[in-house]
């Protein structure tokens, strides 16, 4: 279970949090949909959810016990149970980096660059990447093949939870489609729970056991607790 209580949250303490007191909880195998208006904080909560951004109040629950030890992120231990996808793969894909070795970035970066001949190429072929473009880097390759090889990259660890915030905003409604679809196989297969930021309502319900609205997520009041 991943509980967030009362999380406010922000950039800088002399200006008003950008989230506040909201709460929000995405049970095991479960796809909350989360929707809201533009400069809510969605994002930011999103970031909070998946261990990025640490919280200046509230408290996070992992499967029960309270992620603590934060600094600007929660401990590397704790992050590897979560796959993040952005919405603008070009700010979050290394342009030095093949999108093979853009794939491998966690496995190389957690010790396992043995495993990385037994899992890039089939999770690139799962999301739709041919072999010829894995030796391609960003800068010459679409936003949408960009965005498919970010979706291997947040699998490659076989995280438990998926953070996507607004992952196919950009793209157009087959890719759309085939990206859900493939983190859909991905849930299906593993049990993996989902938090998915979006704007579309449509999509949203669609993909989602659950769409919550940013209204229902917080709640008016003075932060509670401090973050650990
Ligand atoms: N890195 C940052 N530094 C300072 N302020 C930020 C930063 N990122 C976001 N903010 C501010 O925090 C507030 C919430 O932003 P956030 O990106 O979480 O909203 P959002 O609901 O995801 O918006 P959108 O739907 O437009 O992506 C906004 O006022 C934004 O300007």
Redesign the pocket.
Known sequence: MLELRDITA???RR?AP??RNASLTVAPGEAVGLL????????????VAALLHRPDAGTLLLDGTLVRHWRHRAPRALRTSFGVVF?QPRLSADPRLTLADLIAEPLRATGRRDTVPARVPGLASTVGLTPDLLTRRPHEVSDGQLQRACLARALVLRPRWLVC??MT?MLDASTTAALVAVVEEYRTETGAGLLA?G?DRTLLDRWCDRTVH?NEVTAPGEPTAGAS
Do not use: F, I
């Open positions: 922000g950039y800088d200006s950008a989230v809201g208006p533009s400069g809510c904080g969605k994002s930011t909560l999103a970031r919405q915030d607004e905003a930021v704007h940013w």
